[in-house]
């Protein structure tokens, strides 16, 4: 699989993300630097974690409106398969692929935990590799994962199965509507999500559950 | 010209930030606060000295940009001097 992740300034979850896809596809990743205007030749763009520009105005508001990002929607437009993980997903959600926004974390507080997350539908090119209602271990650290998108969204979301992953019950850290944690766009080739499932894919980081995720998108593009 | 842009929260959307600050100002003593909600204000100045055309640009950013308007609501006030 040919991957590569974008990098905005303020990203800094790039290199987690890189190694992981490394180890994983057992191919180099692409550096995505924002200021490019076209792609290379990709199965998966990943969009990474981090702050890209300092989240102002809005959590990624600005990188949404970044050079790279008309090539994204042309390669998602394609069918390329596009994953947004932390501040990837708010960029996708304000960038108009994915719907919905990432809304302050109900607590108020920045939040770095362990949380469980349940497969809620495991049709899809993200999430194929786990079992139906599979719940699996993964790492958050966000400030704003607070999923919202008026009932109407809510409803076709959950209506087509684009609901991808939830926070197992119990676990939702930051008050997102449906427990929801991570969703894909109507074609089922963009999938957005809070947790970091590339910082749990080596003994090291005390599981490996985060890697069927990226095994599941191998398999979808093979 | 200048031109002030009023964003707010849309009604039944959550603020918890609004929510503390309501919280804060009742710790104060501040009494008879029925609700806070927080929204932003954009004070932008143009070269444009059409007052139609300043305000069509300023819908423009503010659709574009400075709201999300799947949350939020906009309003653009001109100042016509």
């Known amino acids: 699989m040919k991957s590569g992740v974008v990098v905005f300034p303020g990203s800094n979850r790039e290199r987690d993300m890189l190694i992981a896809l490394e180890k994983i596809t057992g191919k180099k990743p692409a550096y995505i630097w924002h200021a490019d205007t076209e792609l290379p030749d990709l ?25 790279i990002m008309p090539a994204i929607a042309r390669a998602a437009g394609k069918g390329v398969r596009v994953l947004g993980i932390c501040n990837g997903f708010q960029i996708l ?25 349940q ?5 899809t090119d993200f999430t194929r590799k786990y079992r139906p209602g599979e719940i699996w271990r993964c790492p958050v650290a966000h400030g704003d994962g607070n999923y919202f998108a008026d009932t109407e969204t809510l409803k076709r979301l959950e209506g087509e199965g684009r ?25 089922g080739n963009v999938f957005g999500m ?15 559950d985060g890697r069927a995720l990226f095994e599941s998108i191998m398999e979808a593009v093979a | 010209m200048k031109a002030r842009i009023k964003v707010t929260l849309k009604n039944g959307v959550l603020d918890p930030q609004g929510k503390a600050i309501e919280g804060a100002l009742g710790s104060l003593g501040f009494s008879g606060v029925a609700s806070v909600r927080q929204g932003k204000l954009f004070e932008v100045e143009l070269m444009e000295t059409d ?6 640009a300023l819908e423009e950013m503010s659709k574009k940009l400075l709201a999300n308007t799947v949350i939020e609501n906009y309003a653009v006030e001109l100042d016509e001097k």
Not at chain 1, 43 to 67: E, N
Not at chain 1, 119 to 123: F, I, K, Q, R, W
Request: net charge neutral; with cysteine; aromatic share 4%.
């Open chain 1, 43 to 67: 199965d998966l763009v990943v969009l990474c974690g981090g702050f890209s520009y300092g989240d102002y105005l809005r959590t990624g508001a600005i990188a949404a409106r970044g050079h």
């Open chain 1, 119 to 123: 497969v809620a539908n495991a049709d």
């Open chain 1, 194 to 208: 809070m947790p970091h499932p590339e910082n749990m894919i080596e003994p090291l980081n005390g599981a490996t």
């Open chain 1, 93 to 117: 959600c304000e960038a108009g692929l994915l719907p919905g926004v990432l809304m302050r974390n109900a607590g108020l507080k920045f939040v770095c935990k362990e949380v469980k997350l």
């Open chain 1, 163 to 187: 609901v991808g992953l939830r926070y197992a019950e119990g676990t939702n850290p930051n008050g997102s509507l449906n427990d929801i944690a991570g969703i894909l766009n109507e074609r």
């Open chain 2, 51 to 56: 007052p139609a055309k300043a305000k069509a």
